[in-house]
């Protein structure tokens, strides 16, 4: 790992490169607070924190406009060769695509303000999620450039999938409700549209991610970034959650898969020791993001027809599968149980509801795998 942070014998001259990756960093600061808080003004129907951060984007112009003249400065006064000259020229880059990505969120807020003006369509279980999602890409990918690090930059590419995901889903939600009454036809669409920035955030996080590989490596992944995926993250036709009690991380993992799969994609979960009944903690935390598992039951493996499975995911650190048949894929989450969290009743809530998100993340990757 290669970092831009190099000491010089020039003073001056490290202060200037210095302060450029510190103008870089106040800018992208500024940026996600501005997702965060434009998704915010949506959740709640807050119009004068949509006004704020519309105005707020003249901050992020002017920083762009500084930082700019910076990258310029330095280069006719230093003339900078090598690893110092990709750094300048990238930070020129990454300043460009920070400031659209506050385009989009004052997008969002200007979309949001027509929102306002009418009656709620529906409770937004998924725009928020996307919106951290988005707003993680960019985080990471500044963490990424700051560091030098090119193996932080390639995972904030793969979490592009998350993000695109989630836009699909929203999309195909917006139309079923314009095709159930023309008159959700205004907001629906509204909706869609704020997804669709956010989907373009991750598009900008994504551009950053690529110009820090170039920065560390010398090496353009533009167009290419993604071209070394493995086939063996393709969309599964029929998918089995495996978990020794089947009553929470397993059940939750169906539950998204049966909400974000295709309707052609068979979803089972199965347990080796299944409890009685699902998790209410489970049910509680599912029911959170408009998923209802009240109805499920913990099922042995001798339930699920294996005939249909072509990938079993294994959540627990046990193996609950002693023998996988051949020719099936078998990857391993392993994740924690919750039902084994202590403490107060929210300190509980809480520890359900990681392993819930994490789920839903990677379900939500996989389920763009096509």
Not at 131 to 151: C, H, K, N, P, T
Not at 173 to 187: S, W
Request: charge should be negative; aromatic fraction near 6%.
């Amino acid at each position: 790992m290669t970092s831009p942070k190099r000491a010089h014998t020039d003073r001056e001259y490290e202060q200037q490169l210095s302060n450029l990756r510190e103008r870089v960093l106040l800018m992208g600061a500024k940026v996600e607070e501005m997702i965060q808080n434009s998704v915010k003004a949506l959740v709640e129907r807050d119009s004068d924190l949509a006004h704020r951060m519309i105005d707020y984007d003249a901050q992020v112009n002017k920083m762009e406009v500084e930082s700019d003249e910076l990258c310029l400065r330095i280069l006719a006064r230093r003339q900078p060769v090598a690893s110092d000259l990709r750094f300048i020229t990238i930070a020129l880059k990454l300043v460009t695509d920070l400031e659209r990505i506050g385009d989009m969120a004052v997008n969002i807020c200007e979309r949001v303000l027509e929102l306002n003006n009418e009656p709620p369509l529906k409770r937004y279980v998924d725009l928020p999620p996307m919106a951290e999602a988005a707003q993680r890409m960019v985080r990471e990918a500044l963490d990424a450039f700051v560091a030098g690090d090119s193996e932080a930059a390639q995972r904030v590419l793969e979490q592009d999938r998350v993000v695109d995901a989630y836009y699909g889903q929203i999309f195909r939600e917006g139309l079923t409700y314009m095709m159930e009454d023309p008159r959700n036809i205004y907001r629906a669409t509204r909706v869609q549209a704020i997804a669709k920035y956010l989907e373009r955030i991750g598009d900008h996080a994504t551009n950053l991610a690529e110009m820090v590989v170039f920065m560390v490596k010398g090496q353009d992944i533009r167009h290419t970034g993604r071209a070394g995926e493995e086939k063996s993250k393709k969309l599964p036709h029929g998918v089995l959650f495996l978990c020794p009690a089947n009553s929470a991380r397993s059940q939750m993992a169906e539950g998204f898969a049966r909400k974000l799969f295709p309707a052609g994609v068979k979803v089972w979960s199965a347990g080796s020791q299944p409890g009685g009944k699902v998790d209410r903690y489970a049910v509680q935390v599912m029911k959170e993001v408009g998923i209802d598992l009240s109805a499920q039951e913990p099922k042995l493996l001798s339930d699920v027809p294996m005939g249909d499975i072509d990938t079993v995911i294994t959540l627990s650190a046990e193996d609950v599968l002693a023998q996988p048949p051949p020719k099936l894929r078998h990857d391993r989450w392993s994740m924690p149980d919750p039902a084994a969290a202590t403490g107060s009743e929210a300190e509980i809530e809480g520890e359900y509801r990681k392993v819930r998100d994490d789920l839903q993340r990677r379900i939500t990757a996989l389920a763009l795998a096509r």
